[in-house]
């Protein structure tokens, strides 16, 4: 493990001009920033916050968060507007972006920046959103993280390697601060691992003693780890059982056989022909949407896109269409794609009713009756075959996906790109060039380290 | 209803001459049976039981119920042995029956006779089989049912008519002793009716007061009638559901609107080209089984189909067909069928196994590796997708049905059947001439009464 390690370091540790250059860029920025602040309010000043100022970030990662402070009496909308006046002062193509509130992006120096405003609090009571949090993590893991930079690098490349790291929507895995509070509480890269390996769903952390049965019944996500500064909340809170699973299983086969491949997986390469033979092996029906993605940032977009595709699913099956999975991805296109056991259905339903001699007996009796046969009674209930509504399971999303889509239960920027032009398509013409790869996944997972060197 | 009534009496009500002569050969045939009896042991003697002896047979029936009554000393193959010695000398053709026990079945002067051993008990309390009982039930009924003769065969022969009548396992109806009870209870055949409209399952009834909240618990048949003679017992114990639910709505129905169809439903009468465009009109697909009838009476034979059809259905379910309905039919040969809406399936299967870090991990992935995936996570469980193993219905009923049957859960006269020889068949394949109406009844069930007069 010692050999992967040291192979793993110098791609992920800054040099120490790489360093110089950060802090050198970062004082200026900040200089600058609360130049442009105090123009507005004298009470006004910035910090960098995150992982560069904490000493954990990748050598690859070119990101500044710099977060403005302001008294407590400034509104949000206030707030917002100074922040951008100063972005469009201080930054290269300043761009707002949304969270839970509006930030600034832009470039500085060859650097990514955010700026974020939040209120300048001494007590962390008095939070009115999740980024007044931040500077206090920011505190907590500088004045403890000192000599572990590097374990915590670590950790954050092997949870990139596996596709685990990031708590954002579209990965739903482990954050930076998450990374960092794991490395505090055990020590080491390699004693997280080893602590992983044990895990099963349920498992509560915290930096001192947890009430594990009084957390569970708190939180429901698969990993608990109380936030050190505010013990109300789960840093783990945006895991999915998913990818806790498979940092679990990781941390087992690497502990096993450590390679380089969990740090850097190659990529998966796979044609549309591959892609076409494993469909054509499994005998199965894929069907996919296709629409122009709407300009919305992905931690809106995905969890749209996936309650999407549940409704659908829904759909499909409550017609009697079964269906053994699918998948969602986003590019410049929205892509949705459904794995069917059957393109069609026989015209012949069963449908059940009321018990005989209930009250809702006459009811059925004088609406259902069918072509195919009247109303009979089953082992003591009402029943009658009628024609399936939907034979051809392509023919029920086009009808659904058209009207009112919002109404159906269809996410507000799906609902737009939807409507704005939706393909409709089956087999083959599935297989876009920019899904490709998020359908193989589905058809045939592969666990990152798994993959063959190309 | 008075009209219906006075329209179906003629033709179930014997004349004054009918019924002097079954008293007439009643009598010879009991002198008859005696006398052969005497000469193994002079206190055998004989009795005339059943609707005959009570007066509530129906006109068109023949048939005479004599029981030979030994003392208790004697074992059950001395009894046997005995009457069959005593059917050879007095009945016509004599052939054994079996029951619980066995019994002769043959004729004498026109009339179809059942020689039945039982015990000479004085009390109940005492019995040994069922027959034991039916003494009991006589002088019960005998005691009681002068008067209301008529309104039992009316009631008796409603329940024919609507396919009702008959405690044998083909039917799962209301036995002729139910329907003199029923009679007695409720006054006559009218009231019968209109208590049944009201009933639903889990009806409670006795001769006296009965306490319904603990018969319930005792009994679990959707009616239970408390037998007079012996309260342990369900006089209602082998009603199906089914029937139960058909005779509830048909009294609702002939109390709205009386007619002779009920009692006296015209046949239905289907010609293959009927069901096969009832067929194509499903899009189903119809498979069929057919195999010689093996010799044994349709109480003993319709369990053992059910029981089959159940297993198959099971079969065909678990490896993923769905099965919509289906039956059973016994004539000549024996004819199980089953409507499916899939005849094929495709070859992937999603294979779920034990949770992610669970005991079963290890050896779950280390068998479970397909041409279609590798395993791989799936919310925190292992999964793979397979090959299915049946990918055609039809090949998997073929498969199912080579080897030793009986140790897969044939019952052993089926499988005697199958393994002489058997056909399975699909389509119109299975609309088999004696088949044929059963099949319409699941496709297109009608209730006898509204039935098309032809």
Not at 4 to 27: D, F, S
Not at 66 to 91: G, T
Not at 442 to 449: A, C, E, K, Q, V
């Amino acid at each position: 493990m010692q050999q992967v390690i040291e192979q793993v370091l110098p791609r992920i540790v800054p040099t120490p001009e790489e360093e110089a250059e950060l802090r050198e860029v970062e004082k200026d920025l900040i200089a600058r920033v609360d130049e442009a602040a105090r123009v507005h309010d004298r009470r006004l000043y910035s910090r960098l916050l995150g992982s560069a100022s904490r000493g954990t970030w990748l050598r690859y990662e070119k990101d500044l968060d710099v977060f403005i402070f302001f008294p407590e009496e400034y509104s949000k909308q206030e707030m917002e507007s100074i922040v951008a006046q100063i972005a469009s002062e201080v930054l290269v193509e300043p761009q707002k972006r949304y969270a839970e509130h509006p930030y600034l992006r832009g470039r500085f120096m060859g650097y990514e920046v955010e700026l974020v405003p939040c209120y300048a609090l001494r007590e962390l009571k008095g939070i009115k959103s999740a980024v007044d949090r931040t500077p206090f993590h920011n505190d907590y893991v500088r004045s403890r993280v000192g000599g572990l930079e590097n374990e915590v690098r670590l950790l954050k490349q092997f949870l990139r390697g596996i596709s685990c790291y990031g708590a954002e929507a579209r990965v739903e895995g482990f954050s930076g601060y998450l990374c960092e509070l794991l490395v505090l509480r055990f020590g080491s890269f390699e004693q997280v691992l080893r602590s992983a390996a044990t895990w099963k769903p349920g498992v509560v952390l915290g930096m001192g003693e947890v009430d594990e049965k009084r957390e569970r019944r708190r939180f429901s996500s698969p990993l608990v780890f109380i936030d050190p500064v505010d013990e109300r909340r789960n840093v783990a809170a945006a895991l999915s059982l998913q990818k806790f699973s498979e940092f679990v299983y990781a941390s087992k086969c690497f502990l096993r056989a450590p390679s380089m491949s969990f740090f850097f997986p190659p990529p998966r390469r796979v044609s549309r022909q591959e892609v076409a033979a494993m469909l054509a092996a499994r005998g199965t029906v894929l069907l996919g949407l296709r629409f122009p993605a709407p300009g919305v940032v992905d931690d809106i977009l995905y969890p749209q896109l996936r309650k999407a595709h549940r409704l659908l699913r829904r759909q499909l099956e409550v017609a009697g269409f079964r269906v053994l999975g699918g998948g969602v991805h986003a590019g410049r296109r929205c892509h949705l794609f459904f794995e069917l056991l059957e393109a069609t259905l026989p015209e012949a339903h069963l449908h059940l009713g009321p018990p005989v001699n209930s009250s809702h007996e006459e009811r059925f009796l004088s609406m259902h009756s069918s072509e195919l046969s009247k109303p009979f009674i089953l082992n003591g209930r009402w029943a009658v075959f009628v024609r399936r509504r939907h034979l051809r399971a392509e023919e029920l999303l086009r009808q659904f996906l058209t009207g009112e889509l919002r109404s159906k239960g269809i996410p507000v920027h799906v609902a737009e790109g939807m409507q704005q032009s939706l393909e409709v398509v089956s087999g083959e013409e599935c297989l876009d060039e920019e899904a490709l790869e998020s359908i193989a996944e589905y058809l045939s997972p592969l666990f990152p380290w798994e993959r063959e060197q190309g």
